[in-house]
């Protein structure tokens, strides 16, 4: 789906240019987050980074900033927002999670702990997991399927 440039050259009223700029935000949410997890490979700093990307754009075409695609834009703002996260900028996200120690100590493959956590840590249906991780819906049950037989095995004798 081309999303049309703002018009921010003729400098549109704020409503109306909020209205565009959330039409643009809503339709390009989920690619922005699937990139964001893509290269931080961590849910919150994924949501994070997508929150920092579209406060940040909003502040530059509010500004009046340069026209250009808006998608454009956001990728630009979140590939520098992913940058900043992974050299541990301040918007790095604190672990407060204790499932997240459980599975670094674990000895699973990161693939099949990745599904794992996904699909039982945070709850998301098996559906919604091969969007986020770019993969079929097939290698994403044999990913679950292995890394549950794995995951008993290493239990078992711990």
Not at 26 to 33: E, G, I, K, N
Not at 59 to 82: E, H, K, Y
Not at 124 to 135: N, Q, V
Request: hydrophobic share 40%.
């Amino acid at each position: 789906m081309r999303i049309s440039p703002l018009p921010l050259s003729s400098t549109p009223p704020l409503h109306r240019l909020r209205a565009l700029f959330l039409a643009a935000a809503d339709a390009s949410v989920d690619p922005l987050f699937r990139l964001c997890y893509r290269r931080l490979r961590d849910r919150q700093q994924a949501r994070d980074a997508v929150g920092e990307t579209l406060i940040r754009a909003w502040n530059v075409i509010a500004r009046g900033g340069p026209a250009t695609d808006v998608r454009t834009l956001f990728f630009r703002i979140a590939s520098g927002v992913i940058e900043e996260m992974r050299r541990g900028g301040t918007l790095a996200a604190k672990k407060t999670d204790d499932s997240i120690t459980i599975h670094e100590r674990s000895q699973l493959p990161t693939d099949e702990r990745e599904a794992l956590v996904m699909r039982f840590v945070d709850a998301l249906e098996t559906a919604d997991t091969p969007g986020i991780l770019c993969t079929s819906g097939s290698l994403i049950a044999a990913r679950l399927r292995g890394g549950k037989r794995i995951f008993l095995s290493l239990t078992r004798y711990a």
